[in-house]
T-cell receptor, first 117, second 115 residues
Framework: DSGVTQTPKHLITATGQRVTLRCSPR?????VYWYQQSLDQGLQFLIH???????AKGNILERFSAQQFPDLHSELNLSSLELGDSALYFC????????????????FGAGSRLTVL | AQTVTQSQPEMSVQEAETVTLSCTYD???????LFWYKQPPSRQMILVIR??????QNATENRFSVNFQKAAKSFSLKISDSQLGDAAMYFC????????????FGTGTLLAVQP
């Protein structure tokens, strides 16, 4: 168990639908990152939140949105789903800056596998 | 923009032997970190080893070690005494030392371990 919790583990839905993926970071981690892993695109960075604020955006579609709540959990909302959105969505949290083995390292959750039919 | 290249889509090694996975990267930054992550069939992304660019000494973690050649922008992973449990997809990743701190991944190398 990495300490990063993602739900649901698996999700099957239809095109045009909307889903929400949830992530709870490791205790004490303020940063949450979302990544998409698909067969044709590999691991793509979507978005980064730090202590509730958006810090960076990557290849995130306008149909996707995310937020980080005061308790530091994060949600990734995917709407108007298309077949090509089928992928494994990872959340990762980052240890605090500074020294030590955990500093600046991204720890990943087990992922949420989304299948769009 | 930074890029990470893994030129070996697949590799195979005999159990107990040593294998080296290659990774090159391109950056104009001086402050950055490099990582190797392992993704077994369970799909969990597991950190194997990390290297700070400012450190000249190559990182080691038990049977895993890296050969970090900063001038050549090369960051290879050596796995010694390979075990069946090492079979997985291995991703090389780059992270800037700046505020964004996102990981940029290579395309991965699928490692098979033969008994």
């Amino acid at each position: 168990d990495s300490g990063v919790t993602q739900t649901p583990k698996h999700l099957i839905t239809a095109t045009g639908q909307r889903v929400t993926l949830r992530c709870s970071p490791r205790s004490g981690d303020l940063s949450v990152y979302w990544y998409q892993q698909s067969l044709d695109q590999g691991l793509q960075f979507l978005i980064h939140y730090y202590n509730g604020e958006e810090r960076a955006k990557g290849n995130i579609l306008e149909r996707f949105s995310a937020q980080q709540f005061p308790d530091l959990h994060s949600e990734l909302n995917l709407s108007s789903l298309e077949l090509g959105d089928s992928a494994l969505y990872f959340c990762a949290s980052r240890g605090r800056t500074g020294l030590g083995p955990g500093a600046n390292v991204l720890t990943f959750g087990a992922g949420s596998r989304l299948t769009v039919l | 923009a930074q890029t990470v290249t893994q030129s070996q889509p697949e590799m195979s090694v005999q159990e107990a032997e040593t294998v080296t996975l290659s990774c090159t990267y391109d950056t104009s930054e001086s402050d950055y970190y490099l990582f190797w992550y392992k993704q077994p069939p369970s799909r969990q992304m597991i950190l194997v080893i990390r290297q700070e660019a400012y450190k000249q000494q190559n990182a080691t973690e038990n049977r895993f070690s890296v050969n970090f050649q900063k001038a050549a922008k090369s960051f290879s992973l050596k796995i010694s005494d390979s075990q069946l449990g090492d079979a997985a997809m291995y991703f090389c990743a780059y992270r800037s030392g700046g505020a964004t701190n996102k990981l940029i991944f290579g395309t991965g190398t699928l490692l098979a371990v033969q008994p």
